[in-house]
């Protein structure tokens, strides 16, 4: 696995780009015949006219840009997989030079008490839930207390400039940050329990805490040296690191309760401000120098920034001390690039493929109002149709969860913990995932993590799950994409902001496949995005693993 961190992604603009205007103009003749609910009732086309306008759409859209897209996905798979297979070595060799000593993880969760952060003001912006307690806290029963509690303001002012300790800028080894986190579940029965979940496994979304804690951790490390323990008051330091992005995991062995599991990682590229971070999981045997790679690469995103200014910092840069870290921090630089010019080629910028909006409106063909499968009226699908499998419409497979955002699960920097966030997100997504196939899922992959804004502690989060894609395989009898947004809801307005995006696929296997297959349809021009995002994210993900079985 992988973990970057950095306060902002290169922006590339990838070759074809310049063509967009003009073929967003054609996808927007999809947008306008493609919604089953206000197409055909708002456009002063005839359905014939439209279906005409779509065939000659898909007809003439460039034959030659979807062989591009093709061959750039092939590119991108080839460099995936010879990163990974590269990086799994290459690892080895910076653990090798690391100082046992300093392995461990530094804790990532505030140890000082809510209330005194409340009192001393570096609890940060309280939401207005809680504003009436927070100030009653600060003004006291009498004016004598009052007097006693400083204000927000005045701890601030009061803080003498020299409290503040400017990281030194050393350059660091890679082998510096190297930290890992061993889980003996072989060993120890009572740490199994806490982990394990209903039918006997590992709990998975508890895994993804340690990752985001781990990845913080060897950040820190990485800015502060390779003995810092724990972190203190973050004001003393004058900057902070925040987790922007999670790339990929893939998952390549089952988890064995029965084996340990360790968790580790180091920095291995830095930028003016960001650093990418490398990290695996592994399942470490009986034997001596046993051990098995059970996750692949993500990348993790996160920021530095000065505490008093809220601007990017500066951070220490790498000493390449062998052939092996120039390969890995040529590795990360690639991965960076790379990343900036898969972003380019979004659909929130880029319009779909030739080939992609031709199976938009065979979609539309087969489901659209009026279409097989369809009872006008009532916007829901009959059940099984002509392919033999039963069809949902994307906007019935929503799942949403409440929650208010407590002192308990929150980091350092006085707001909720990104890992337990990812666990959330995990949980209900799996959730989502069973009932949609109506029955047991297994974790292939986690497809990308956004975080835009951190979540404050006191908050209302607002998590909605919903079915992205569904398809089915040889290998896999059903797969399904599941993207889970999380957004903070202001209890005064009831406006939301979207906190995270998180992406996972789920699969069943032969032993555990539902009877009836579902398939997700899109009814929507926004969906149909969402359908394709899916799409491309099962596609990815089946061409890596095929080709590291080669």
Known sequence: MMLRLSSSAARRIAPGVRT???????????????????????????KSDVHTSL???????????????????????????????????????????????????????SRILWSEAL??????????????????????NTPAES?????????????????????????????????????????????????????????????????????????????LGPSVTALGPMHHHGFYIVTAAVERLDMLAPLNPLRDLRLSGQVIYTGRSSMEVAVKMEAVGPESGSTEKLADQTVLIASEDDTSTHGSRVVNRLIIESPEERALYALGEQMKQRRASLAMKSLSKVPPSSAEAALLHSLYLRHGEGGPGLSTGTGK??????????????????????????????????????GYLMRL???LGFTNASLFTRGHVKFLSLDGISFTRPVP????????????????????????????????VDVKTGLEQTTNDFRFTWYQDADSASPNLRQVVPKTYKEAMLWLE??????????????REK
């Open 425 to 427: 997100a995990y949980e």
């Open 119 to 140: 009192l001393s003001g570096t609890a940060g912006e309280v939401p207005p839930l809680y504003a009436g307690y927070s100030a009653g806290l600060k003004r006291g």
């Open 381 to 418: 699908l009959d059940g099984i149709i002509d392919d033999g499998k039963d069809h949902v419409w994307m906007g019935d497979t929503v799942l949403e969860k409440c929650m208010l955002m407590f002192p308990q699960e929150r980091n350092v920097h006085q707001k909720i913990f990104g």
């Open 147 to 223: 007097a006693l509690i400083p204000s927000q303001k005045q701890v601030v002012d009061q803080q003498p400039k020299d409290n503040v300790r400017e990281a030194p800028m050393h350059a660091r080894r890679m082998a510096d940050s190297y930290t890992e986190l061993l889980l003996p579940f072989g060993q120890t029965s009572e740490l199994l329990e806490a982990y394990t979940n209903a039918s006997g496994g590992i709990r998975t979304g508890k895994l993804m805490e340690h990752l985001d804690s781990l990845a913080g951790s060897i950040a820190y490390k990485h800015m």
């Open 20 to 46: 967009a205007y003009s073929a967003h103009h054609q996808a927007a003749s999809v947008a306008r015949a493609f919604s089953t609910t206000d197409i055909c009732k708002d456009s002063s086309e005839t």
């Open 457 to 488: 502690i006191g908050s209302i989060l607002r998590l909605r799950a919903q079915i992205m894609h569904s398809a089915t395989s040889d290998e896999y009898p059903i797969r399904v994409h599941v993207g889970v947004q999380a957004n903070v």
């Open 534 to 547: 899916g799409k491309r994210a099962l596609d990815l993900g089946a061409e890596i693993r095929a080709a």
């Open 55 to 109: 065939k000659d759409l898909a007809d003439n859209l460039s034959k030659e840009s979807g062989a591009e897209a093709k061959a750039a996905a092939h590119r991108a798979v080839e460099e995936e997989n010879a990163g990974v297979t590269s990086m799994d070595a290459l690892l080895k060799s910076v653990r090798e030079k690391s100082d046992p000593t300093f392995h461990d993880v530094m804790p990532m969760r």
